[in-house]
């Protein structure tokens, strides 16, 4: 019996057992079970990964426009740095050097999760982190330091965790059951927790938290049950305390205060709701962005709730759907950008912003949410200089009615999600990668919608399939990816690159004129940042959805990836979460 097959025998006998005994196993545990079993199958026909590069019309190479500084050498947060442009000057993996790229070595956690980790890497450490392990291992060897397990009941199914903070010695987290965690990095011993979420409605802390000026910024994910509402948080790096809390859409008579109300103009006349409907959504669930000059801190807003259903809601919905500027020392309101006006989709501002200056001096912020377009906002007053498709958009405008089914793109789990854009200041161009994944709707009548308990998916779709709560996505093999390398001045593109498995992972563009990502079906791509075409790939065994960084840590530079993704909603190869290293071998 091959090892594939006694995999899948494994894991099937597994959700039979949780599936047939309720009361040794809570849904939250059977779920992902039963998803890998499925989740298996549907990959036994996972085709080869391709990729094909076009240059846009008329379009030329990328030429350099002028020299640009050197960046640090380590990847000390989760975009690298808190502005999150992504970019790193090492230039010795170049276009006539990558070729020669291998693995050097490979961490196996041994556990199968949704690993969608961002990584960090800071003196000779590699940092990273799952639903319920927190881990350092070393950069250039992979050799274990120090790995934390916490036992919890998650608030949701879905095992997933975008990464770690950390500042003054120490590591930042949150969890699925609502709370933060701080463990010092010597050590990995356990120094304070806060509990920021309600688990038992839905909430959770999946983001990876940012750290500065002695604070730890992070909020609640869960927008999509009934009654949630995200909010943002500052806590004391050194003890845990909440120094103030934001909330993200309006905040009403019997929410919960956990710390000092932030200063905010909002209230409740951008949501008109039937009358006993709870304002629900505007949680966030990837990172965050940070001016460190101005002390701004940008967060991007999640979906309002219920999804599909607009006819139970009506209005702006502010503060969802939207870029949030925050006074990062006291949490103040400073402005907003509202992204997606009227969002019936699902199509949350999810994944964190970039600042950047182009190559013409501008400074902007560049945000990529799911609805499929990349943003240029000009930084000086705020304005909105290009929206461009990054991804196949069809039948955005059309309304959902019940009884008739809409196909729409991209779909709930399409466009960019948790990993936002990156900037190469050599070529001014913004990299985003995108998922090309359609989704299928038929709305339910609002009496049913409103229905709904609190603390449970608020989503409108008409559909017994535990599995449809949030429409019913098209099948996998009519999925794909995309790569989009557009001017940061103009917002035309130059090259865009299509993969047959969606781009999900960080974009990471280097000095060596080389930019690194992965899809979902485990292949790492090398492309030549002028034009687009591919210059190496590897397949590394399992989803890519997660961190791709490089760094050096005194042996030379690395490349890090993180793979294994396996959850509820991405049909993937079932394997363990692994991070392996890249680099070039001694002498070459």
């Known amino acids: 019996m091959s090892r594939a097959i006694r995999t899948a025998a494994a894991t099937a006998a597994a959700a039979l057992t949780l599936a047939c005994a309720p009361a040794q196993a809570s849904w939250n545990d059977t779920v992902p079970v039963l998803a890998r079993a499925f989740n298996w199958l549907r990959y036994l026909a996972a085709p080869q ?8 019309p008329g379009a030329v190479a990328a030429p350099a426009v002028g020299p640009v500084g050197a960046t640090a050498p380590d ?26 790229l291998e693995v050097l070595c490979t961490y196996d956690t041994g556990v199968y999760t949704g690993f969608n980790t961002g990584l ?15 881990f350092v291992i070393d950069a250039n060897d992979c050799h274990e330091v120090w790995r934390v397990h916490e036992d919890y009941e998650p608030a949701t199914p879905q095992n997933v965790n975008r990464g770690v903070a950390v500042l003054d010695g120490r590591v930042f987290r949150g969890t699925q059951d609502g709370r933060v965690l701080a463990y010092e990095l010597a050590s990995g011993r356990r120094l304070w927790e806060t509990r920021i979420a309600d688990p038992a409605r839905g909430e959770s802390v999946p983001a990876a938290p940012i750290a500065w000026n002695g604070r730890v910024f992070v909020g609640n994910a869960g927008g999509d049950m009934k009654g949630v509402k995200g909010r943002m948080y500052a806590l004391d790096a050194a003890t845990g305390r909440i120094d103030w809390e934001f909330y993200l859409v309006p905040r009403t008579a019997g929410d919960v205060q956990r710390g000092p109300q932030a200063d905010s103009p909002l209230d409740t006349s951008s949501w008109p709701l039937p009358a006993g409907a709870p304002i629900t959504g505007g949680a966030t669930w990837t990172s965050y962005t940070l001016d460190a000059e101005r002390g701004l801190l940008y967060v991007p807003g999640g979906n309002p709730a219920p999804d599909f259903a607009l006819g139970v809601r009506d209005g702006e919905n502010l503060y969802s759907g939207s870029v949030v500027v925050l006074d990062a020392r006291t949490g103040a309101y400073r402005g907003h950008h509202k992204i997606v ?3 019936w989709h699902d199509w949350d501002v999810s994944s964190a912003p970039a600042l950047i200056r182009t190559a013409a001096g501008v400074p902007m912020m560049i945000v990529a949410p799911k609805d499929g377009h990349l943003y240029g906002f000009d930084l000086r007053d705020a304005g909105l200089r290009y929206r461009v498709p990054v991804t196949r958009v069809e039948n955005a405008d059309v309304p959902f009615e019940p009884g008739k089914d809409v196909h729409f793109c991209p779909g709930s789990v399409g466009g960019a999600e948790w990993n936002g854009p990156a900037f190469d200041p050599v070529t001014n161009q913004v990299l985003i990668g995108e998922a090309e994944w359609c989704t299928t709707v038929r709305v ?41 390398a557009v001017d940061a001045d103009t917002g035309r593109w130059r090259w865009r690159a299509r993969t047959n498995y969606p781009v999900l992972s960080g974009m990471t563009p280097t000095g060596g004129g080389v930019v690194f990502f992965g899809d979902m079906g485990g292949h790492l791509y090398a492309l030549d940042l002028r034009d687009g075409r591919r210059l190496w790939g590897r397949q ?47 002498g070459r």
Do not use: C
Not at 49 to 56: D, N, P, S, V, Y
Not at 76 to 100: C, D, F, H, M, W
Not at 451 to 470: C, E, F
């Open 49 to 56: 990964g391709t990729l094909e590069t076009e240059m846009a």
């Open 75 to 100: 990847w000390a947060s989760y975009n690298k740095t808190l502005e999150s442009a992504r970019y790193a000057s090492l230039a010795q993996i170049t276009p006539q050097r990558v070729a020669g």
């Open 120 to 134: 960090i890497e800071l003196q000779g450490r590699l940092l990273f982190a799952s639903d319920h392990d927190t």
């Open 341 to 343: 006006p009227k969002d």
């Open 444 to 484: 339910k009548p609002p009496e049913r919608v409103l229905a709904q308990k609190d603390g449970k998916p608020w989503a409108g779709h008409d559909s017994i399939n535990p599995l449809d709560v949030w429409g019913r996505q098209d099948p996998f093999t009519q999925w794909a990816g995309w790569v989009y």
């Open 540 to 586: 590394m065994g399992g989803a890519i959805g997660g961190g791709v960084i490089t760094y050096d840590a005194g042996a030379g530079q690395r490349v890090a990836v993180a793979t294994g993704l396996t959850e509820v909603l991405w049909p993937t190869r079932i394997t363990t979460a692994k991070v392996s290293v890249l680099g070039m071998p001694a």
